[in-house]
């Protein structure tokens, strides 16, 4: 069965198409048991961030598998649009998908190369998919692998060296703005991750805090670990702006929380004084309209990637070696994928082979009564070694072929399946080896 990737991401689609199959994380449950109900669909995994929509897929058949993931996505975006989604998406089969997966787990794939958060993410999409029942074998095995190879590429190499990310980006554009942050009123909208970076940041900047978040109860939480923060209800940011020097939203609202109107009402209260914002979400929080207004500033997350990008020399001298790491782990992953072709047939061979001995030795104790306890666990004890050492090379050798030469290792599960009455069902050669090319 092939193993799939299908996706988005910052390097194939704008902000203004990502935004619109971006999934909230309280929806991750339900979109994961809606994909486990297409019938080609066997195993499937949601990584959602700001930067991509991948799911990964285990599938029953390719064509139809990709049709009905497509058909999924586009029932799943937010309202109508007018564009091809295709044209921003890429398919990626077998070792393409696999070695896409531990790129992005190992951060040479973010939209800021070694971002630290992206591993967490990875680790949140498998999490999320145990809880909803989609995450099979396969997948379980690739994500634990992927997960490994981000945890070696950040103790082994550089790749995560100097503490720059998305939020921290933020907060050095506003410097190139507004001057010294000393002083200056900064409003954070958003308590996540993202927002909760910006804020210790600006805190480090000598900056006024003003703080937001859906839920008040987070944006006071927030406040109390910095010890500083003047804490507001979401409805109240426009007044917030009034006296803002500083922006920095990055919410998962699916909507604008600040529409052009808004803006503009609190610009006309400033005296002419520039407001500065910074959008990191995606969907994005700022209605990009805002930007005509007189006085406003606005930066979205794609120009700061952009931007922090071209400082990371250290990082990108790393890559080679993290591409070294995610060799070793795609190639550890395909040779377990691809032996596990034959496991059906090993042990179907170990269980009937066990069976008989079991039967033999109950008629040997029946037929002789008299034996001591220990006779009969010796006794026992040998008959395993027989079977064991009987059964060894010929298991070997197919688990072997299975991982050098699977159409050969096929074969010899089908003649194994054949002598020996089991019954298996082998795969098609051609169907086996669908979802993984070494090549």
């Not at 198409?17 to 991750?28: G, I, K």
Request: charged share 25%; net charge negative.
């Amino acid at each position: 069965m092939p193993l799939v990737c299908l996706g988005l991401s910052h390097r194939t689609a704008p902000v203004e198409v990502r935004e619109r199959h971006a999934f909230p994380s309280s929806m991750l449950g339900e979109t994961l048991v809606a994909l486990r109900d297409y019938e080609a669909v066997v195993e499937a995994v949601v990584l959602a961030t700001c930067g991509r929509l991948e799911i990964y897929a285990e599938l029953e058949d390719y064509e139809a598998g990709t049709e009905q993931i497509k058909a999924f996505l586009g029932n799943f975006r937010h309202g109508n649009v007018e564009y091809d989604m295709e044209s921003y998406m890429y398919t990626l089969l077998g070792r393409q998908a696999i070695e896409h997966l531990f790129r992005v787990s190992t951060g040479l794939d973010s939209m800021l190369i070694g971002e630290a958060e992206i591993l967490g993410q990875v680790k949140e999409a498998y999490v999320q998919a145990q809880r909803a029942g989609s995450l099979g074998k396969s997948l379980h095995q690739l994500f634990r692998e992927a997960l490994s190879a981000g945890k070696a590429a950040r103790s082994q190499t550089r790749i995560g060296n100097d503490s720059v990310s998305i939020a921290t980006a933020a907060i050095e554009m506003a410097k190139s703005h507004v001057g010294a942050l000393a002083g200056k009123t900064a409003v954070v909208v958003g308590a996540g991750s993202m927002g909760t970076t910006a804020a210790r940041r600006l805190k480090s900047e000598g900056a006024r805090l003003v703080l937001l978040n859906r839920t008040h109860e987070r944006a006071a939480e927030l406040a109390q670990q910095l010890g500083t923060g003047e804490v507001k209800p979401l409805p109240a940011i426009a007044n917030a702006l009034r006296d803002a020097d500083l922006v920095v939203t990055s919410t998962g609202a699916s909507h604008f929380i600040l529409d052009e109107q808004k803006v503009l009402d609190a610009m006309t209260a400033r005296s002419e004084r520039p407001l500065f914002i910074v959008d990191i979400a995606v969907p994005r929080d700022v209605d990009p309209t805002v930007a005509e207004i007189p006085g406003v500033a606005l930066v979205g997350i794609d120009a700061l990637a952009a931007v922090v990008d071209e400082t990371l020399e250290a990082r990108r001298e790393a890559v080679p070696f993290v591409e070294e790491i995610i060799e070793e782990h795609a190639t550890r992953f395909v040779d377990w994928y691809q032996s596990q072709a034959t496991v059906p047939v090993i042990a179907s061979l170990t269980q009937k082979a066990d069976a008989i001995r079991e039967v033999e030795l109950e008629r040997l104790f029946a037929r002789c009564p008299d034996l001591t306890e220990r006779e009969r666990m010796l006794i026992t004890g040998m008959s395993l070694t027989i079977v064991s050492r009987l059964l060894h090379s010929a298991i070997a050798r197919i688990r072997e072929k299975a991982i050098s030469n699977q159409p050969e290792a096929l074969l010899q599960a089908r003649v194994v399946d054949e002598l020996f009455d089991l019954g298996v069902a082998i795969p098609e050669i051609s169907a086996a080896l669908t979802g993984i090319d070494i090549e």
